[in-house]
Each structure stands twice: as C-alpha cells, then as structure tokens.
C-alpha cells in the first residue's frame, strides 16, 4: 500500500453521509467509498449504515454478502485515502499546536467546498443539537445540553447555504445581521471626527503618534478578547444560560462561519464592548490624549472587522492568503490557538500560534 496520511478517528467519522462517505476495515485502513455508493451492488443504505466507522464485520457477513480477495484488492488499488490512528499516533496528532490539513476535521474538503450546504435533517438527526430551521438562541437555552456535548457541537461547523440561519425568530432578529459595509459606512466618518477633536488640542505630529500606538493597543485588544472573551470556552460555566450568551456572542460564529451576515460586529454590541475602553482611556489620559488613543483603537477595529470578512469571503493577495489559512484553520482544526485575526503577532507573543508540525504523509 502506497503512503497515506494518518487520519483520526474524528476525522473519519466526520465523513459519513452520501456527499463524503469514508469506512475503515480493520480499524486501520482508510477508504472514500463516495464514488462507489451507487455502483454498490447491495444498494447505497448498505454502505450508509457503517459511514464515518469500520466495516470489517459486516464486509464479512457471509449472511449479509461475504466479500472476495478481489473487493479488498480493489478498495487498496481505488478507494485508499488514509491511515487510521492508534491511540499513540492520535495523541501526537491532535496534540496543542499539530495542525492537519485545513477543513479535513469537519469533512470539508477544500475551500470550494465551504460552499455546499448542510443536510437540515441529516444533522439534527445525527448529532441532536440545533435544528438549522428553527429559531436557534431558545434551543440552546431550553436544550439542556452538557458543556462538553455544546463546545464539540458549536464547533463542529455548519454550513447554511443561501442566507443566514434564524437566531431569534422574531422582531430581533435584524439586529443580528450586519452586511460587511456598515462597519466603514458607520465608523470610519465618526473616527474622523475623533481625530479632528484630537488636531484641535495637539500637534499633528502628536495626533499621529498617539493614533499610531491607538492602534497598536487594538492588536492587544483583538488578541485578548477574542481569546479571554470570545472564547472564554473553559471557564464558561455548565449553565444553560452561560452557554446561550456563548452561542450569541460568538459560538453562532463557529457554528455557521461561512454566514456573511454574521462575520462583522452588529454596531449595538459594537457600542456596549467599546464603551468601557472609551471609559478607560479617559480614565488613564488627558482628553486629547485619550482621543487620539481611542480613535487609533477604532480605526484598528474597523480594520479588523473588514479584514475577518474578505477573509471569509474574498481572493486576496498573498499576505492575506496565509492570514486566510491560518484563520480557516482557527475554524477548522484547532478552535484552542490561532486567535489572531489581522496578524499572528500576539500569538507567537503568547504561544498561542497554530504551527504546522504535523505527520503528513507518514509510510505505515
């Protein structure tokens, strides 16, 4: 057998509807049966019932239809993707910054197929957490779900298709829809003007100066939050209500992140995070100074926020490429690291970087 990649058994389970349908044999080898559901002489169901697991037993059902040399032979030479893990090699797999291959952890397969929408019905059915049309904020309110089951769950992504799934279901729910050009459209004219406050008070030399380190601080800010805060996953308590306020702030994210709707701040929340730094640096400062500070601050979040969206969303240049992948890999493989989003700076700061030191390609 030629050298195939180790694969975890997370990975392999993850592969197990009609669209991407590996099974194993042996609790070893690897195979994508995809292209061979419906030339299946038993019928697709057949093959559907052991999807995402191993196979073994029932390929050797002499009841059932006791398969020849000749099938194994054929799934080693058409159907080979990869090798499954022991418990040893999964360790080292998944271990805090191995990083697999991107989308792999899902059963996404590349970036086109970031595109193709969720079975509603399948994964409700499956998994038994969220019904994608349904309102989703009282389901996980009333949903009685543990910690553990939630974190796995909302980071398991979806993919909605056209659209943006319901939160609320009522008169709130334009309140969580945001498209990516308020955030400009909104902030920018307003940090201007903060600017011009600042020029009436300081020299521009000094107005630069201070909306330079303004933005340096956001970089700390963005690091920060989104790791203390937004992904405060650890220390959230096992608490229906805690969990809800996860879901809503930024756990819908990791459970739809593809939603264009849903990837730049809503201008209210906006406003209540933002207020205390506001607070903060007047606090700290003179006014002027606090108001060149602050709006160097606000013009890093305006760069942040457009800059999460084409990340989603966008071809970009080859700078932002890298900061693609490796934000694509915040959502895909390991939700623990990788929380930069406009650079990796604080995480190399904080050894929080996603490092590719994986076992590709490994001979068994």
Not at 301 to 311: A, G, N, Q, V
Request: glycine share 6%.
């Amino acid at each position: 057998m030629p050298s195939l990649p180790l694969m975890t058994a997370a990975e392999v389970a993850a592969h197990s509807t009609s669209k991407s349908c590996y099974i194993t044999i042996n609790n070893r080898q690897v195979y994508d049966v995809t292209q061979f559901l419906d030339e299946h002489p038993g019928g697709s169901d057949l093959i559907l019932q052991y999807a995402g697991r191993d196979a073994t037993e029932i390929m050797a059902d002499a009841l059932t239809h006791e398969h020849s040399e000749t099938a194994y032979e054929i799934l080693d030479e058409m159907y080979a993707v990869g090798i499954l893990a022991s418990e040893t090699e999964e360790k080292e797999l998944i271990a805090p910054g191995v990083s697999r291959d991107a989308f792999e952890l899902t059963g996404v397969g590349s970036v086109e197929d970031l595109s193709i929408k969720t079975d509603f019905t399948t994964d409700y059915k499956k998994h038994k957490f969220l019904d994608l049309e349904q309102p989703l904020l009282m389901q996980v309110l009333r949903g009685s779900f543990s910690k553990e089951f939630y974190l796995e769950q909302v980071h398991r992504p979806r993919h909605y298709g056209k659209g943006s799934a319901p939160i609320f279901g009522n008169f709130l729910e334009p309140l969580s829809l945001t498209p990516w050009y308020v955030v400009p459209l909104l902030w920018v004219p307003m940090d201007l003007y903060g600017v011009y406050i600042t020029s009436r008070g300081l020299s521009a030399p000094v107005v630069g100066l201070l909306f330079t380190f303004g933005l340096f601080v956001w970089t700390f800010v963005e690091y920060f939050m989104h790791r203390m805060l937004f992904h405060i996953d650890d220390r959230l308590p096992d608490h229906s209500i805690a969990l809800t306020l996860h879901f809503l702030l930024h756990g819908i994210h990791h459970y739809l992140p593809m939603d264009k709707m849903r990837l730049v701040m809503p201008p209210t929340l906006f406003v209540v995070l933002a207020y205390p730094f506001y607070r903060l640096a007047h606090f700290l400062f003179p006014f002027y100074i606090a108001m060149g500070i602050f709006s160097g601050g606000i013009f890093g979040y305006i760069c942040y926020d457009c800059t999460h969206y084409f990340l989603h969303h966008a071809n970009l240049p080859p700078y932002f490429r890298e900061l693609k992948k490796y934000h694509m890999e915040h959502h895909y493989k390991n939700y623990e690291l990788g929380f930069g989003v406009t650079s990796k700076f604080w995480d190399k700061v904080f050894g929080t970087e996603l490092v590719d030191t994986r076992l590709a390609n490994k001979a068994i």
